[in-house]
């Protein structure tokens, strides 16, 4: 399956936001956007206007759009029309995901699912037939820079089972050169970077390693 690198900005320098992505973005698939309202986690980040500048600046980049927020039933039609092309949210924040997910599908985006590390994997199984993406958390929500929980790693082989090839499964927290592999040999796709890449000095040259390690 074809892996993809998912670039967190979380740790990125805000005051200097256009050109951290402008740097980075024709070495990476997509742009990973961490919203969270200081609700569903302790930490408050950025809202829709943030993503809509980057939509207007950035037309042909791959936002992937992580809610860290309570009802995203409320909200998830806000992100949708402040440029996202993928939208997940966290299970654990309603219990209307089969109907936000059907919703997203139908306005022409990708969906997808997010669960914390300590929601079973069971819990994608009813929704299997609505979702493009699960994201398993392999550290909790609400900060970059977090060590990534090995447990997680028999997590992803159990989602893999029951995802089969077509559903991309994306890892997020704690990625770097000494984890990547694990995960994409459990059976994770798609790699969410954030402080490995923002934090360096050399930026493009970390990405073309976790290319080296994921390609070999
Ligand atoms: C954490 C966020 C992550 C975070 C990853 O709640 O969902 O996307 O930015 O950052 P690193 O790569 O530093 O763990
Ligand atoms: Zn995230």
């Not at 970390?206 to 070999?216: N, Q, V």
Request: hydrophobic content about 40%; overall charge negative; proline content about 3%.
């Amino acid at each position: 399956m074809k892996y993809k690198i998912s670039a967190s900005i979380l740790n990125a320098n805000f005051l200097r936001l256009g050109q951290e992505i402008s740097e980075i973005k024709d070495y990476i698939d997509e742009i990973h956007l961490d919203i969270m309202d200081g609700h569903y986690v302790d930490n408050i980040s950025f809202g829709p206007d943030i993503i809509s500048l980057i939509r207007k600046e950035f037309s042909d980049i791959t936002l992937d759009t992580h809610l860290m927020i309570c009802n995203p039933d409320k909200y998830w039609h806000t992100f949708i029309e402040a440029g996202a092309d993928i939208l997940v949210f966290h299970k654990e924040a309603t219990q209307k995901a089969y109907h936000i997910l059907e919703k997203i599908k139908k306005s022409g985006k990708l969906a997808g699912i997010s669960l914390n590390p300590a929601t079973d994997i069971n819990q994608i199984e009813p929704l299997v037939d609505v979702i493009d993406r699960v994201l398993i958390m392999t550290v909790e929500p609400g900060f970059g820079g977090q060590s990534f929980i090995k447990p997680m790693l028999k997590k992803i082989e159990k989602a893999r089972k029951i995802l089969g090839d077509n559903i991309d499964i994306e890892v997020d927290g704690g990625i770097n050169n000494n984890t990547v592999k694990d995960a994409q040999k459990a059976g994770a796709n798609t790699f969410v970077v954030g402080s490995h890449i923002f934090k360096s000095s050399d930026k493009i040259a970390e990405i073309e390693k976790l290319r080296e390690i994921l390609e070999h």
